[in-house]
């Protein structure tokens, strides 16, 4: 059974930085990514990482965020810098099967940027 577990949320102050590990089990991975949703507003992708190392980023991100990957481990981290109010959103851990093709998606972790 594939299992998506994140960590490292919280309330943190404009221009603070976080560090956002998502630990998946229960299969072998390709693309492995972020995605976020605020309040009222729809899911929307954060940033993305293929097995093989390739990058992408949404256009607000882009700078600020940047998404890792231990393959080893199944896990994936995004490092948030600068983080600006319009990042509060709780934030999604996805990851494809390399197999099944299946999205499977973590509970979410709630990022609060406020003063």
């Known amino acids: 059974q594939v299992q998506l577990v994140e960590s490292g949320g919280g309330l943190v102050q404009p221009g603070g930085s976080l560090k956002l590990s998502c630990e998946a089990s229960g299969s072998i991975f390709s693309t492995m990514g972020w995605y976020r949703q605020a309040p009222g507003k729809q899911r929307e992708l954060v940033a993305v990482i293929t097995g093989g190392g390739i990058t992408n980023y949404a256009g607000s991100v882009k700078g600020r965020f940047t998404i890792s990957r231990v393959t080893a481990k199944n896990t994936v981290y995004l490092q948030m810098n600068n983080l600006k109010p319009e990042d509060t959103a709780t934030y999604y851990c996805?990851?494809?099967?390399?197999?099944?093709?299946?999205?499977?998606w973590g509970k979410g972790t709630l990022v609060t940027v406020s003063s």
């Open positions: 996805t990851a494809r099967g390399l197999n099944t093709g299946m999205d499977s």
